[in-house]
């Protein structure tokens, strides 16, 4: 186990970064000082990031860490931590490891006794879900959806009873076809978030029916995406089960342990749950 602040430590800590998913102002001062102080920065695409290093007059030196050399570059960085030197793991925007890479390298890094430290911020996942208004007490984030038809029906099939707010990324140019998607898997009404080009000039969020997405996003789709799905809508009946079991009793002539049954099919609790309930409302009514 590796754990914060024991004291001694041999090696260098791995810093993992989140940086502006656009605004270049949304690098907070911790992150800032982080990346001047360590001895090397890891980026997806260097030259993608040397803007931003420019920006803030940063002068640690650089190195790729990409998809493609994941695996071999992270044994040179953590040869590198553990030497004693301090790395700072970025992406090309937002928090890395989150749909980027990262997570092979913290994985070593706690494998081979190394500190891993977050230095928190952006990441877009969290901030479309903070504006879309959809429910956030509990959400899924399900990365990017498959680009073919057939695999991406399936992901959003299993969708139709889902409770929580899901979150995916998507390509501009895949917006359309999702959305078409959507709708023919989930209905027309379910309700959807698109955020597009999040803290940058043309940030927009479109809330709605999977149909008025559809309608509002034809044609040619611009920008970085976050598409929101919100929950199913809840089938249970509002009616109290003590309710339903009152007025069954008034409508039907059904005997109380069939009615228990049925009360018991309608909500999906078992025999017992609602025999319960049947012995409290005969106690409350006597
Ligand atoms: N690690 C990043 C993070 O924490 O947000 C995500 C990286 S993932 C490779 C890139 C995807 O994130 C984009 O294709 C888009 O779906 C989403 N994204 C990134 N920046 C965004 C922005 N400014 N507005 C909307 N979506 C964005």
Redesign the pocket.
């Given at each position: 186990m590796t754990t914060k602040g024991t004291g001694e430590h041999c090696c260098g800590t791995l810093y993992v970064v989140?940086t502006p998913?656009?605004n270049l102002e949304d690098l907070t001062p911790r992150a800032l000082r982080i990346l001047r102080e360590v001895d090397l920065v890891a980026a997806e695409d260097t030259r993608h990031s040397r803007k931003l290093f420019n920006h803030y007059g940063i002068e640690t030196p650089l190195t790729s860490y990409f998809q493609h050399n994941e695996a071999a570059k992270g044994e040179k960085l953590l040869h590198t931590l553990l030497e004693g030197r301090d790395v700072a793991l970025i992406?090309?925007?937002?928090?890395?490891a989150?749909?980027?890479p990262g997570c092979l390298l913290v994985q070593r890094c706690h494998e081979a006794g190394v500190l891993v430290s977050a230095i928190p911020g952006?990441?877009?996942?969290i901030a479309?879900l903070s504006m879309a208004g959809l429910p956030t007490e509990r959400f899924a984030f399900e990365g990017?959806l498959p680009a073919k038809t057939h695999a991406r029906c399936q992901v959003l099939r299993a969708l139709r009873q889902e409770q929580r707010t899901t979150v995916f990324?998507?390509?501009p140019h895949r917006l359309v076809a999702a959305l078409q998607d959507v709708l023919a898997e989930l209905g027309e009404g379910r309700q959807v978030a698109i955020?597009?080009?999040?803290?940058?000039v043309h940030e927009e969020l479109f809330r709605g029916t999977a149909a008025e997405a559809c309608e509002h996003f034809q044609g040619k789709v611009r920008?970085?995406?976050?598409l929101l799905i919100g929950p199913a809508e809840q089938s249970a009946p509002e009616e109290s089960v003590q309710d339903a079991l009152r007025r069954w009793r008034t409508e039907t002539d059904l005997p109380m342990r069939e009615i228990v049954k049925q009360v018991a099919k309608v909500y999906g609790l078992s025999g017992s749950e609602v025999y319960k309930e049947s012995l409290a409302l005969r106690e409350e009514e006597e």
């Open positions: 989140a998913i656009g992406s090309d925007a937002g928090t890395p989150i749909s980027d952006p990441s877009a996942l479309a990017f990324y998507e390509a955020v597009r080009e999040l803290t940058k920008g970085e995406i976050v």
